[in-house]
């Protein structure tokens, strides 16, 4: 089965909004230059404070740069509330968003995210409709103590317990070494597809060989324009997660060329 590749881009705590507007009409320039099928599925997650600002620069041109989705970082899985200083799916979707990236490992490192918590945000992000990019991924200890593929499995059970087989097959999720972020220290491609393979397994158990084939699973950890070929050639790498080679328009616009080359 063919699935359709997502680069995304997580710029994390980064961008005021003029910065953050900038920044995604120098990808939506390179993307008006494509149609929608010609191009991966592009997702770029901006602070909470530019989510509208970058929402307003979309357009309606025709052309792929219409397509461009927009995710929020994180958001509460309650619907309001008296929850200072959270930001409930309802909110994120009317700033603009069709995506929501959860479990990120530095939202469960500095923020301490439960599995539990990542579950009721992904059942809450489906329920209002939206699409959550859930993150999983082992500490350099972990692979070192042999720990990985066990660690993960039980991450993604964890996520998506509960949740029908319709609603996984649209989620998505990212595999990120914790190791491989931000470190520029990129987990080589026949790895990370082995582990992306093993979690595509457990997604067939939990929710159905439908499903497995649907959910789009991508790697992250330093990706960049001169790794993302040899990535997208791996049979269940299905796109990316980019943090730091994210921010720039140059940078991000060739990982997407790059994909195009391989895939799509
Ligand atoms: P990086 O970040 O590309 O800078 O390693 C990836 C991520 O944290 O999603």
């Not at 989620?171 to 979690?199: F, H, L, Q």
Request: include cysteine; aromatic fraction near 6%; charge should be negative.
């Amino acid at each position: 089965m063919s699935r359709k590749p997502i680069i995304a881009g997580n710029w994390k705590m980064n961008l005021l909004q003029s910065e953050a507007k900038a920044l995604f009409d120098g990808i939506k320039d390179f993307a008006k230059g494509f149609s929608e099928s010609q191009l991966p599925g592009i997702v770029i997650a901006p602070t909470f404070t530019s989510l509208s600002a970058v929402a307003s620069e979309k357009c309606n041109c025709g052309a792929g740069c219409d397509k461009i989705a927009i995710a929020a970082q994180n958001c509460h899985w309650k619907s309001s509330g008296a929850y200072t200083g959270e930001v409930s799916v309802e909110m994120v979707k009317d700033a603009g968003c069709d995506y929501v990236i959860i479990g990120h490992s530095e939202r469960r490192q500095y923020f301490s995210e439960t599995d539990e918590m990542i579950n009721l945000k992904a059942k809450s992000i489906l329920a209002g409709g939206l699409i959550p990019i859930i993150c999983c991924g082992e500490t350099l200890e972990q692979r070192e103590s042999g720990i990985t593929d066990s660690h993960i499995a039980s991450q993604i059970k964890a996520a998506l317990d509960g949740i029908s087989s319709e609603d996984v097959a649209k989620s998505v999720i990212a595999y990120e070494p914790i190791w491989a972020i931000g470190t520029g220290k990129t987990c080589d491609a026949n790895e990370a597809n082995r582990v992306i393979a093993m979690i595509r397994n457990v997604v067939k158990e939990v929710a159905g060989v439908s499903a497995a084939d649907s959910i789009r699973i991508l790697y992250g950890g330093s990706v960049k324009p001169s790794t993302i070929e040899e990535q997208m050639s791996k049979s269940d790498i299905d796109g990316a997660l980019v943090g730091g080679a994210s921010l720039t328009a140059e940078s991000f616009n060739e990982i997407i060329a790059n994909t195009m080359k391989v895939s799509v």
